[in-house]
């Protein structure tokens, strides 16, 4: 893994390097890798019970299509024993079953055996024909930093919140923020399009807050609005955010459905595109679905729990989704990896030299509870961050 | 439960049959029941951070305004020992901050706390302004029994698969099976939009299908192709739909994203809609995601894992799931359980005998496999079905 025409990402023992089965003379298969509990008596029948739920739905016996049987059901291309209770199973997934479907790719992986509790999605490996039907990020690393005028160095958030506050009050931490250095100042997820802050008054309050900001200071700081609601409500989002000039959005993909996310950004959004995890919270592992999948369809940078914070992602997961983001991926561009989740200042140099500096680092009440000193607490983050980039860098 | 102004489902001894605390002088909130892992000693410091977490998302002595620490923080309602290690806990969030937007819905719900495994959301309680937001049902149980003439009888439903048919061979069971008298044909949910059965191909040719044997037969039976993809190609599919005058539509609110869902019910399908499950395990009790919030998003029935299947689903939580499904919910029309995945025709005395006669049957695997002898089989499923309701209700 990865498969597709790039480099790949060979690092020696990686649990994902190896290459995909290729089949002679026929197009390669998606290849689904799930963790079944179980143990090996049995888990072959388990394993070919899996590829028929998981590709036709019914008894293959049932079967009268030729082409059917040889190409649309699924495939068991291999067992192995991860311990005595639990196997790696890989399936061999035909893409004409995809196309071009962000939701049709989660059906065929993931629809069905989602409902069935011995069964994890750990990985994807996706033949060059499947990896070349999505965009992947328009922007990615170097795009976000060239437009954040940021060099080479690691690149700072925050997020404006709590929700409830006025346009006029989030305008004004915005455009502190903005002042103070910040790289991206996104809305938290939580605000929506509630009267108390409708989209439209408080997209247009915070992007002038910034572009104000950025005027005095000579900075690039970006404002990213999260986008919510259905197809309806999202067109007039589009809208607002294209004409007030906004730099970037952030989406929660998992809210808004995988195929809509899709959609914003093959053809509605231009701006880099932020993914928040809420909702995501399933039998997936979370360095394929936030790492790789959120990649696939167009994130530019992924926000993600990192360890130590109020959530429970190990050290080694969090490292393997910063990995599979930015790692070699066909003509894919690196998405950015975001770890956030009750981070605080003093962390930084631990973050950095955790993640290096291929990475966003998000600090959210981690700032806003520095009240007064908020400002000051904002300024110290910044320049933690920037300290961090080798000298020539270091934007002045 | 439920709130609302309707009779309630007040049935002794229900785990949800609690009325919801009401705040004088005030909106009466959502009341979301949460399962948390963990012992009493640190319980409420756990449910006071799940309130953060799932309101504000930092912490409360860093809010200034006084209206955010009133009314959009997330209160703690009450915490229940369910056990040494599992305690209920039931937050107070705040309707403002919902409105009416399905995935904002969602997000306040289980948003960031899907990503905190010692955490499962159990049910829901709506405060009637909040359950009016949404459309419920259009057509319910007795809009789809007057829609295929069925009287008070359990209806009957079936699958066309394998995926990789075309369309002409789809087309061909589904007449089968209408002039076998199945209530319901639906293509399989892992057809969706592929090159081997474009959308509107299938959709053209099932329909007629289905209408010529109904035209021979005196039939009613009902064809619901399965809508899948982004909001262009959804756009695209509902135009065919109601061009060919189908009766019903297949949908998985899971893949296409809750927002998308709620908008098609909303404004874009006026036929029932079938809700499946795909993608749908999570941390969410099924009974609450596939019974309760479907049903308040519009889905007419809903498909869920029957017990005794190829799912794990045990009778309780069938049993649960379709009684809220079908329980009086303030004005919202009850959404018919259909319990399936790899039912056999002998089970369906057993099966009506479970779940009464307000339920849909699903066979689909089980009728193909009779492979020459489809169309007995089919039958057979039929006169089962019709045979349980009461002689007078019974259809010649």
């Known amino acids: 893994m990865p498969t597709g025409s790039g480099p790949g990402g ?68 291999r067992i192995e024993p991860l311990g005595p209770d639990r196997h790696r199973v ?131 700081a970006v404002y990213a609005p999260t986008l919510s609601g259905g197809p309806r409500q999202l067109a007039e989002q589009v809208r607002v955010v294209r004409e007030e000039g906004v730099g970037a959005v952030l989406a929660c993909p998992m809210l808004l459905g995988l195929p809509v996310f899709d959609e914003l950004v093959r053809h509605e959004i231009d701006v880099p595109v932020l993914a928040h995890p809420a909702f995501g919270g399933s039998r997936i592992a979370p360095p394929l679905l936030f790492g790789r999948l959120f990649r696939l369809l167009g994130a530019d940078a992924t926000i993600f729990p990192n360890h130590g914070g109020r959530f429970s992602y190990s050290p080694a997961t969090c490292a393997e989704l910063a990995r599979v983001a930015l790692e070699p991926w066909g003509d894919l561009r690196p998405c950015v990896p975001v770890p956030a989740g009750g981070m605080t200042v003093d962390r930084v140099p631990e973050m950095l030299g955790f993640y290096g500096t291929d990475v966003i680092l998000l600090i959210g009440g981690g700032l806003l509870s520095a009240g007064a000193e908020l400002p000051a607490r904002a300024r110290e983050f910044v320049d933690a961050v920037r300290g961090s980039a080798p000298a020539e860098e270091v934007r002045v």
Chains 1, 2 share one sequence.
């Open 10 to 77: 060979a690092r020696a023992g990686s649990r994902l390097d190896q290459e995909p089965r290729r089949y002679p003379g026929r197009v390669t298969r998606i290849l689904a890798h799930y963790d079944i509990a179980g143990p090996a008596d049995g888990m072959a029948e388990r394993a070919a019970a899996l590829a028929l739920e998981q590709s036709i739905e019914m008894p293959l016996g049932a079967v009268t299509s030729g082409y059917v049987r040889d190409e649309v059901v699924a495939r068991v291309e």
């Open 90 to 220: 890989v399936l061999g997934l035909a893409p004409a079953t995809v196309g071009r479907d962000a939701g049709q790719l989660l059906n065929m992986l993931f629809g069905n055996c989602s409902l069935q509790a011995d069964v994890e999605l750990v990985d994807v490996e996706l033949p060059p024909e499947v990896l070349a039907a999505w965009p992947g990020p328009r922007h990615g690393l170097d795009g976000l930093r060239a437009r954040l005028g940021a060099g080479r160095r690691a690149l700072t958030m925050t997020a404006l919140k709590p929700q409830g506050l006025a346009p006029a009050e989030l305008a004004a931490l915005a455009g502190t923020f903005a002042a103070a250095g910040l790289d991206v100042i996104k809305d938290d997820h939580g605000i929506a399009d509630q009267t108390y802050a409708p989209f439209a008054a408080r997209v247009t309050a915070c992007q002038q807050a910034v572009a104000a900001a950025n005027e005095r200071t000579g900075g690039q």
